[in-house]
């Protein structure tokens, strides 16, 4: 009698880290929706174990208000920037946003620290040359509409490769090999998102709808390009 070989189960899925409730993933969740990929939270703040890496098939990192040396506060982070950094040297695809981009550079040794003056609200990063012709973030303009809400910035990790900047903070968006990116900005902000954060913003921080409807077209053309290329490796 001929053996019945053992079916493979593919177990692998797309992890979103979240550190905060009201930072989650947007348009990011859109998007891989529309592409029929299925996306499972992560709720670290709530007490939720990190993932094993042969668990992964790709991994978000997403936005928070703690910096990434706040581990005896949230002593989840070494374990997270340990991740992370397993997942680029495996050639997982990586999507870091903000604090996720800060722990995407202290994962690949790189310096943390505080930046001249915080940058919060609608604004702008221009691309670099490398930028501009980027899979993920290039195309016909070389400025792009984003969210900003930081008050730290990074040394560029070892073989990173620059993709945008602001006047305020040169060091916006990096890529890591093939399928690595941090994002110093949000281009995942969407209506409900936006709601999300209003009560959290600070006082003055206002985003038009005007603003939020470009950021949205800007991040959706983003996310799309992201899990296009992720998914072809």
Known sequence: MEATLPQVIEERTWRVLMHVPFEGPGLIS?????????????????????????????????????GVTDIEAHPYLAGERELIADAIERQIPVLGVCLGAQLMAAGMRAEVYAGAREEIGAGTVTLTAEGRSDPVLGGDEPVLPVVHWHGETFDLPEGAVLLASSEAYPHQAFRIGRSAYGLQFHVEVNQALHSDWREHLPSGVHISRSALAQIELAGHRILNSFFELATSL
């Open 30 to 66: 859109e998007v891989a929706g529309e592409r029929g990929l299925a996306i499972d939270l992560c709720r670290l703040y709530d007490g939720e174990l990190l993932p094993a890496l042969d668990e992964l098939r790709g991994l978000v990192v997403m936005g928070g208000p703690m």
